[in-house]
């Protein structure tokens, strides 16, 4: 890389490094265009890290899922010391944010897709639900904040408000706003916007429960297991103040765990959050199917949307990524298929089918 073509990101990663040669990315990632490099001596994170990591946010990114705070490294300055296992940040210029690089990998790298973490590990997410809803929230009004209306005047337990804030982010910033462009392919799937206006309105009474600090992406590639063995919670740009809930949701359905884990890990995490916070947990086991169901129906929107994406992403159509993006997008039919009320569900090809024919028309 030149100093013609590297990014600001780059350059600023370079001069916190040794060097050139020992800057490594840009690392894969969504949200943030993110640089991992060696330490010099004297560093401001010490001698605890090996490497540090500079993670700027990419301009003009497409945001699929609400999130309320607008830095990720100034919320993990105000969390220092309040959450175990999370990345040092320190401030080194005006907005520009040095990270520990945690060296490790994610838990059961390579297994298959639901296998539980093991107990140690488990043990260890159970800390970082406690310390989660330990958190009060007034001690992170000095983060700016992104979503609105989620301020001081928004009800503290309106956990069905919060929901509906959600779901009208999906409705109307993922779904309407994509439907000029990727209309046809919602419709060619079957997939409506009436599936998430249904979800408002539960069919049992929705619980109250206070609200608390939610990291909102509790998945695999989330967790990083160091060298000693400890599992570190990474990536925190979707992180939220609201239902608790929705963070116990949001791990079972990313993590696609077996039915009896499932249970098992709502059950501790029960018992983890009302310990801390009482009535954090109260009505878990009724409200959780509607939650899980929300986000089975999202993930619908969102995988539909990030395929036709990747394919008009530059100037050629990523083909070679279609079979594994189409297989993603129809295990989400298959998954969400009763609260979209769809009677059938496109077999692979004619999905890769729906996605070819969107985009020669698009290039036509």
């Keep these: 890389m030149t100093d013609e073509t590297a990014s600001a990101a780059h350059r600023q990663a370079v001069e916190l490094s040794n060097g050139d040669g020992e800057v490594f990315g840009p690392l894969k990632g969504y949200h943030h ?7 010099p001596e004297g560093n401001p994170l010490g001698r605890r890290f090996q490497r540090g990591k500079l993670r700027a946010p990419r301009p003009g990114v497409f945001w699929y899922d609400r999130r309320c705070f607008a830095s990720e490294d100034r919320l993990l300055t105000a969390l220092k010391g309040r959450v175990s296992r999370i990345p040092d940040t320190v401030e080194v210029a005006e907005n ?3 990270q520990g690089f945690i ?3 994610p838990p059961n790298a390579g297994a298959l897709p639901g296998r539980p973490l093991t107990a140690r590990h488990e043990h260890q997410l159970l800390q970082l639900f406690r310390e989660l809803v330990a958190v009060k929230t007034s001690e992170l009004d000095g983060v700016p ?4 209306p989620d301020g001081p005047g928004v009800d503290s337990e309106d956990s069905l408000g919060f929901l509906h804030r959600l779901i009208s982010f999906t409705e109307n910033r993922v779904y309407r706003d994509g439907l000029d462009v990727y209309g046809e392919i919602f419709e060619r799937l079957g997939v409506r916007g009436s599936a998430l206006e249904a979800l408002k309105a539960p069919r049992r009474p929705f619980t109250e429960r206070p609200f608390a ?3 909102g992406d509790l998945h695999r590639r989330n967790f990083i297991v160091d060298t000693t063995g400890d599992l570190w919670t990474i990536d925190w740009e ?3 103040i609201g239902d608790p809930l929705y963070e116990l949701a949001t791990h079972l359905h990313l993590m696609r765990y077996a039915r009896r884990d499932a249970q098992r890990i709502g059950a501790m995490w029960a018992q983890a959050v009302e310990g801390v916070l009482p009535g954090s947990s109260r009505g878990w086991e009724r409200d959780l199917p509607h939650l899980l169901t929300f986000k089975r129906t999202q993930s619908v929107f969102t995988d539909v949307m990030r395929t036709a994406r990747m394919l008009s992403d530059g100037t050629d159509p990523h083909w070679r990524g279609l079979p594994a993006a189409a297989w993603k997008v129809r295990r989400a039919l298959v998954a969400a298929q009763r609260p979209l009320e769809l009677r059938g569900v496109p077999n692979l090809p004619q999905v890769m089918t729906v996605y070819t024919e969107w985009w020669r028309a698009q290039a036509g």
């Design 103 to 105: 060296e490790g990998a």
């Design 145 to 148: 904040r992104s979503c609105e």
């Design 33 to 39: 265009e993110t640089y991992a490099f060696s330490l």
């Design 213 to 215: 600090l939610v990291h």
């Design 96 to 98: 520009i944010f040095l």
């Design 238 to 240: 979707l992180a939220m």
